[in-house]
């Protein structure tokens, strides 16, 4: 298993295929290359690009070193760039997109990012709401109780209840409860929910931001906010996507941008 370093020690577990510029993919919450998204994009991506997928700290084959901060995911990141060769495009969703923000905005490495629906949804929804589950994620951490946990958390974005009821039955749940700490570092990322502003004013790498045409509003929202905040940002929106973004309608989207 290839492994980088990060600056505290941490493990960080990766993989890389094709040939050509370094591109890094990273994930969203509740996500890593053996259950997510981004194994199924790289092998779309894998001709025109070297691309690199990780486990983020705390999740899949990568360790972990408490407490955690969010300028410990970003040296993470920093350790994999570095790897690469020591600059990289880098295309992240969801959560991911913070990280990603907060990595450029840290110092260089980062040449061209593309973020897929950064989750910032103060920004459509107020605060109010996001107050809420935070608390309430760290009340049941802090109890020990993953499950309820993640339960919490596939409501809060959207899932019906009995939805969720029938996830929890699966043998799978188990490794959803493995990772279920790594939720409040998502939560850390976004910081309340909204675009962070005196970051986002001080990257100059060119950056596409993209939203699904058919997420709901507060994602699209956020996405738009996030491309406004950005000095040399790009948004476009994928018509007919959610924020289950199928791979085939973004790899030659991708592919345009970086290679551009």
Known sequence: MPAVTSADGTTIAYEHTGGG????????????????PMRPLAALLQDTFTVYAY???????????????????VEDLQ??????GGEAYVYAISSGAALT????????GITKMALYEPPFM?????????KEYTERL???????RRGDAVALFMTYVGMPSQVVAGIRAQPGWAALEAIAPTLAYDDA???GGVVPRDLTSAIAVPALVLGGGASPQGLQ??????ADALPAAEHRTLDGQTHDVAPEALAPVLAEFFGA
Do not use: F, N, W
């Open 21 to 36: 510029p370094a591109l890094v993919l990273v994930d969203g919450a509740m996500c890593y290359r053996g259950a997510g």
């Open 55 to 73: 486990d983020r700290r705390g999740r899949g084959e990568s360790s972990d070193t408490l407490p955690y901060a969010v300028a410990r995911e």
């Open 79 to 84: 350790a994999l760039i570095a790897q690469a």
């Open 101 to 108: 923000l907060a990595t450029a905005a840290a110092g260089p």
């Open 122 to 130: 103060a920004e459509a929804e107020g605060g109010s709401r996001i």
């Open 138 to 144: 760290h009340e049941l951490l802090d109890a020990g």
């Open 189 to 191: 990322l976004l910081a």
């Open 221 to 226: 929202q956020a996405a738009k906010a996030t």
